[in-house]
């Protein structure tokens, strides 16, 4: 069948804010989802029961959970989920302690990927929300005989929103012709790499070793550039929703897209035979007091609403005290909200306290970030 391999820490920086304390694969979304849900759920959902997911650092929230991966079906003796911690590769002349790019994540985890028996390897970034069918794109990579194919969005850039992607470029056969790696100023409608691929492993292999030889460190340049036109390279376009946040404003547009958005909410959530798996906990049901008001709103099991809450993403345990006023707002798990207080176009972390009587605004276009176990 097919091994998958998740990278969790690679694109940290993209949501500085959200990435202080916690990889990039388990920043909070949805209201009770991790980001690696997304990725980790097709995998799953397309009989994928080898997952390694390569982290560095600040994964203990990735750990926590992540746990055995019985929510996901992959505690299991043999193969299951695998978190895979630091390790220097021997070619990098960084000097850190940690992998910076894919060619050196995978590079380092070389011996582990040749003793795998699965003949395919399903690799992929841990930071985009997308659900798509991972089955039909195995059967398309082994129909058309590539040796790597690539899922690729059709999407409309303007503005500098090019700088954020990965261009793929194809021919009719769906054989790729050209790759530009992040341009500048590239406007109208490409297609942009979903950081998700599939490589049959004895190429991988070789390629990896052949790259590191020759000194790159870059899996775009190092194998997806040198070896188009010299190996078999396809594209499988997907036409579901995808999102990849690449700053706060993004992440926080995307969020509250999924309020007003039933086709988004849709292609995530309700795709047939395809769910999102998250982490299971035992909360009780939200708790709508007498005089409370939620309109709009996606609310996680074990909140509770006294006040009024609009155009809102709760995520577990929030509390919304008496005579207060939420709209716009994302609120991570356990925020505490006192009594009249006023929030506008606010993203609170986890463990947040904010005591009565107190008034924050922010914009859509800037909105107002609280750290985590911060009292206001």
Known sequence: ????????????????????????????????YRLIDFVLSCMVNAG???????????YQSLVDHLGSGKDWDLARRTGGLRLLTPNIASFSTRGTS??????????SISDALAKTK?????VADADAIFNLDLSDMIAQHKESGAD??????RVTLCGNQSEQYNLYDSDAEGNLTEVAAHPKNIE???????????????????????????????????????????ADMKVYR????FACPCCLEDYFATSMQLTNDKEMRDSLFNAKNQPVITKVRNSPSTQYVAGSSVKNSMIADGCVIEGTVENCIL?????IGKGSVVKNCILFQDTMVGEGSSLNCVITDKNVSIRHGVMLSGHPSKPFYIDKNKMI
């Open 1 to 32: 069948m097919a091994a998958g391999i998740i990278f969790a820490n690679l694109t940290n920086k993209n949501i500085p804010e959200l990435t202080a304390v916690r990889t990039q694969a388990s920043v909070p979304f949805g209201g009770r």
């Open 48 to 58: 994928i029961k080898d997952v390694n997911v390569i982290t560095s650092y600040n």
């Open 98 to 107: 940690r992998y910076d790019t894919r060619l050196d994540a995978l590079y």
């Open 118 to 122: 699965d003949e395919l390897l399903v």
């Open 148 to 153: 790597m194919t690539f899922a690729v969005k």
């Open 188 to 230: 109208g409608t490409r297609d942009v790499s979903m950081n998700l691929w599939i490589a049959n492993r004895t190429f991988l292999l070789s390629a990896i070793q052949d790259a590191a030889a020759h000194g790159f460190d870059s899996l775009t340049k190092g194998i997806v550039a040198r070896y188009m036109g010299r």
């Open 238 to 241: 997907y036409d579901g929703f």
């Open 315 to 319: 995520f577990r345990g929030v509390r």
